[in-house]
């Protein structure tokens, strides 16, 4: 399998001006006659397939959900990023590459990162066209906000539901390309594998989510944007049915999953309140640029709280740590993730926790309340307002910035964000990792692309916030619709590819004994409890922190939990109907492999850098050491069932120095 | 309260059960902590272990916003509370030994696939009719080329925060998709690159909720008043206006 990056020569800022302009095209009559099927429709996926539609390739668009509206990106909050510096704030192209690239922890690629960065102001204006209402100023232009890891403000936003109204520009896209007749939707379709013919990936084999018949689906290329596998821990911020089954379908044919134990644990989340707990919710890390993060200062007064005798509002000011203004006075509250998260993560081992688990701590909107009340008084002339009104004030401005989100927490935890402080804690919400693809986004399988969340590609060890929104739009706006070329004007004296050929039957054949397999081991225990049991086990071993000792115990029990479920996994209905526990089983069976390349992948790499943090390697005052001189690579494993295949993609840094990562 | 005892009524369809019909449940152990969807988690977990058919619901971000739950809860899509879908409500608001009663959406034009999963392929359609601006990718202008005024980009947003759930068929007694379709269009119409196609986007996309089989919008407002992201009757008011101009001063027809 070839294993190249396929970087192009040049000057970073001039590689994909150059690249873009002498690749090869494929001539609109050929297009005609090219078919792609594009597997998910979040942002890019969907905005890919919508683009491919209007250059005129053939596309076939499978989503599992009732409706290509419904993929997860809907569920992003915050915002999106994009070099337009239109705040005049000193921002730029190479500004937002730097900030990417110091954010990932230098363990991305520069070309593709700064890719990315010129793309993102196309993005911006083209949601605008369609019509996606961003955020405005009173003189009716766009509006910006500020988000971790940065000290720019870059970020456009939708009031806290940037996600959806993008989502929402690209579905509508998407369906405009249908009415064509130049997208064939096939929605409740789930691929269940890769067909693979001559060494290239020829299609998918789909199983129809309402009658349970597989399908089988040939193109001149397969896309994959599935999103990420964050579900591999049961409780993520992530949808309940987001899975990493298309990737990992793909790995099993060959194609390589990079750095698969870089995830994101995202600070700012409603904490778990029960065993029954089913997903977990993300409170936008926009909440940041206003709310301040604290624990008591002392065991006893966290102990009170834990214990219901006090609650934050007894705590005076002086008794309470802001540990993160203190430890990071340069970023304060808007450090990058990883490092809020263990931040967090110290406090509350530090026994300093605030919920009656002990795992949570406060994110306090009081400062920001009397700050913008004060400020509102003074603009409406009211010199002499009283606590009260400038509270009052105040409450109004932090409602119109973030209600909804205030709303959501109300909803959940029945406590009142704006008179107690809201209580978080870390949890899964990304993953950097993904299928390697190299600088054309296809992976290491001719023939088969990667886009969004499901690559490896542009976040190294860490993501900065409201950046992926940006590469899932990127990647199926404005970079494979070029890319892609590359290879499909190699295909156009391919024929039509024949999906009743031996390749296809057989996988065909190979996916149903799965299935059979599985509904006929006819055990005791539901896929969901398995799963549950796996999420703990992630979670405990490959979580915020880890160190040698556990990964290798974590890697040994997520085996026998594999051989527990495919001999004693219960799976109830039957196999030609609709049948979501069906589907799950299959999610699982593919977690129980992806999870062990996770333990495998943190076990090998000797550093800690972004969010993966070895407790081995940490300097004296705790942040994170990384090896620059023996893991500057990227880690991509070859499955086997036995033992998996490293293979190192050397990282090189010809634009940016490698610097310790430092916000303090 | 640790531990609530609830009786479910249940509609199911499908399976052992072609015709449809009511099922009762007993279920305890219930947490006021727990949301409404995770309690049905237990219901199903419980099934299972018995090797019982678990009840089909649909759900995903459990997060109020990919609109894919759809539940009639005690009579009320999306359930009691205002603006809040099934996802986000939670058992704090039900008490011990309540009566709970679960139903699909019910509307011809959303076929029921399993217990209380429904079809809403017929929403998608609709927006594939006109619910879109026609713009490729890569032909836009910068994005501070058209100012708009801030009150009104957020009139646009407040229309286009629907999730496309459906409860505004649920809740009418006419199952008329009025309110979505509102929605879209006007979203649409408030944004400058929307109003160049708004004539023949409002005819195309009313042609098609017609032909789907939702039913005509007699003003009762019930959608409003169940519609989990509180999307007001304005829209459709503001789209029976466009409807009208459309008719009488275009020659841009539905065709």
Known sequence: ?664 | MENMKLKLRIWRQGGKFPQGKFVDYELDGVNDHMSFLEMLDVLNEKLINKKEDPIAFEHDCREGICGTCSLVINGYPHGPMQQTTACQLHMRHFRDGDTITIEPWRSRAFPIVKDLVVNRDSFDRIIQAGGFISVDTGQAQDGNAIPIEKDQASHAFDAATCIGCGACVAACPNASAMLFVGAKVSHLAQVPQGKVEADSRVQRMIAQHDAEGFGRCSNITACEAECPKGISVEHIARLNRQYIASTLGSEKVAN
């Open chain 1, 1 to 664: 399998m070839p294993f190249q990056s396929n970087v192009p020569p040049g000057e970073l800022s001039e590689k994909w001006k150059q690249y873009r302009s002498s690749m090869p095209l494929v001539a609109p009559n050929n297009k005609r006659r090219l078919e792609v099927i594009i597997v998910g429709t979040g942002l890019a996926g969907g905005a890919a397939a919508a683009t491919f539609g209007e250059l005129g390739y053939k596309v076939k668009v499978f989503t599992f959900h009732d409706s290509p509206r419904r993929a997860h990106s809907i569920a992003a909050q915050g915002g999106i990023n994009a070099a337009k510096n239109y705040q005049n704030d000193g921002d730029s192209i190479y500004r937002l590459f730097y900030d990417t690239i110091k954010g990932g922890d230098y363990r991305s690629r520069e070309a593709n990162v700064h890719r990315l960065a010129e793309v993102s102001v196309n993005i911006i204006d083209q949601a605008v066209a369609q019509g996606v209402p961003f955020a405005r100023e009173y003189g009716g232009l766009l509006s910006n906000r500020s988000f971790g890891g940065v000290q720019v403000s870059r970020t456009f936003y939708a009031r806290g539901q940037t996600g959806q109204q993008l989502l929402l520009g690209a579905y509508q896209s998407l369906s405009r390309q249908i009415s064509l007749g130049n997208v064939q939707l096939f929605n409740r379709h789930e691929m269940i594998d890769l067909v693979m013919e001559d060494g290239k990936a020829r299609g998918i084999i789909a199983r129809n989510l309402l009658t349970g018949e597989t399908e089988r689906h040939g193109a001149h290329a397969v896309v994959l944007g599935t999103g990420g596998y964050g579900n591999v821990f049961y409780l993520s911020t992530n949808a309940m049915n987001s899975n990493g089954s298309a990737a990992w379908r793909a790995v099993k044919q060959g194609a390589y999953m990079a750095n698969p134990c870089f995830t994101q644990i995202h600070p700012t989340c409603i904490p778990v309140s029960g065993e029954y707990q089913s997903k977990l919710t993300l409170m936008s890390e926009s909440l940041r640029n206003d709310g301040r993060v604290w624990v008591p200062k002392s065991q006893e007064d966290a102990a009170a709280i834990r214990e219901g005798r006090k609650t934050g509002l007894d705590i005076a000011e002086q008794d309470r740590d802001y540990y993160l203004e203190r430890r990071y006075p340069a970023f304060g509250n808007l450090v990058p993730r990883d490092v809020a998260s263990r931040a967090a993560k110290t406090a509350c081992d530090e026994g300093l926790g605030v919920s009656p688990t002990g795992l949570a701590v406060y994110l306090d909107f009081d400062a920001a309340i009397q700050r913008y009340g004060k400020s509102r008084a003074h603009s409406l002339n009211e010199y002499n307002a009283d606590d009260l009104r400038i509270r009052e004030l105040g409450v109004a401005v932090i409602e119109e910035k973030y209600g909804n989100l205030f709303e959501m927490y109300e909803k959940i935890t029945g406590e009142d964000p704006y008179v107690m402080p809201m209580k978080i804690y870390p949890a899964v919400h990304y993953t950097m990792g993904g299928l390697w693809v190299d600088y054309n986004l296809q992976t290491n399988v001719p023939g088969l692309f990667a886009i969004g969340e499901a690559n490896f590609s542009d976040h190294g060890a860490n993501r900065l916030g409201a950046s992926a929104l940006m590469q899932g739009l990127a990647d199926g706006y404005f970079v494979l619709p070029y890319t892609i070329g590359t290879y499909l004007s190699q295909e156009i004296r391919n024929p039509v590819v024949d999906p009743d050929g031996p390749a296809f039957r057989a996988a065909e054949a190979k996916s149903q004994e799965r299935i059979d397999r599985l509904m006929n081991i006819n055990g005791t225990k539901s896929a969901e409890a398995f799963h549950r049991e796996l999420g703990k086990i992630m979670w405990e071993y490959c979580g915020m922190a880890r160190n040698a000792e556990g990964l290798r115990k974590g890697r040994k029990m997520i085996r026998e939990l594999r051989q527990e479920f495919w001999s004693n996994v219960y799976v109830p209905g039957r196999i030609k109907e609709y049948n979501p526990e069906l589907e799950k089983a299959l999610r699982v069976a593919d977690f129980l492999e992806l999870g062990e390349l996770m333990m495998l992948d943190a076990l090998d790499r000797n550093e800690s850098c972004g969010g993966h943090f070895r407790e081995e390697y940490q300097s004296e005052d705790g942040e994170a050491l990384r090896r620059d001189d023996e893991y500057a690579y990227v880690s991509a494993w070859e499955w086997d069932d036995t033992e998996p295949v490293l293979h190192k993609e050397e990282l090189i840094f010809e634009n940016v120095e490698l610097k310790t990562r430092s916000y303090k």
